[in-house]
């Protein structure tokens, strides 16, 4: 009888820490029920987003407290003087909508890969969002000039604070925007995803939306 021969197998390798093995059981983000570690791991394009909205949430009520200030404020009368706004201001509207215009813009280049187009009408937005606080500068040196200035009265006290407010918020959005213009190439190239330009364009059209908003006040019942 031919005697059979076993050949001794090779111990199995054990899985290196953090690595990708699904057949491991840890639930790092590496793999589907895979023990790896935190490499790659990358947070949905939905969660950047519903923490904008958490954030402009906080800032509407802000305003609202604001509002609800000045209307209180106003009903008292015996010291409110209203003031004529600036004309600036609706030079500063309109370079405010553009700009949200030129945004979309970029915003559709992106999608159809368009490197130039999207540069183009991002710088565009970044150019007019910078002049929209120079515009508001300058409307605050107009109403020094006529010798109003924020202890003036009560609408003068509100209008430096509103626009003031408004001015820090579409500063953060400029920062924002210039992040987007550093990772410009690589959101073409499709190289990184393009969330930072969406949550950023949110954000955006949301200051363009307030500021009308705030401007409404400021001519209608300051």
């Known amino acids: 009888m031919a005697s059979t021969v076993l050949t001794p197998t090779k111990p199995a390798k054990a899985g290196k820490p953090g690595g990708s093995g699904r057949g491991s059981g840890g639930f790092g983000p590496g793999g589907s029920g895979g023990g790896g570690g935190w490499e790659g791991y990358r947070v949905p394009s939905r969660t950047y987003r519903l923490g904008m909205w958490f954030g402009l949430g906080g800032i509407v009520m802000l305003f609202a407290a604001f509002t609800s200030a000045m209307v209180v404020r106003r009903g008292m009368s015996f010291d409110w003087a209203s003031i004529a706004v600036p004309r600036i201001l609706w030079l500063n509207t309109g370079v405010l909508l553009a ?94 995803r393009r969330t930072p330009l969406d949550v950023a364009a949110i954000y955006w059209h949301f200051m363009d939306g307030l500021w009308i908003y705030i401007f409404f006040l400021l001519t209608r019942w300051s």
């Open 99 to 192: 700009s949200s215009l030129t945004l979309e813009l970029s915003r559709r280049a992106l999608a159809r890969r368009s490197a130039t187009q999207f540069n183009r009408w991002l710088y565009a937005t970044l150019v007019l969002g910078l002049a929209f606080l120079g515009g508001q500068l300058v409307a605050w040196r107009e109403l020094a000039s006529r010798g109003v200035y924020l202890a003036t009265n009560p609408s003068s006290s509100f209008f430096y604070v509103l626009t003031a407010a408004h001015g820090l918020h579409l500063a953060g959005g400029i920062i924002a925007l210039g992040y987007v213009v550093f990772r410009a190439g690589s959101m073409v190239r499709g190289l990184t």
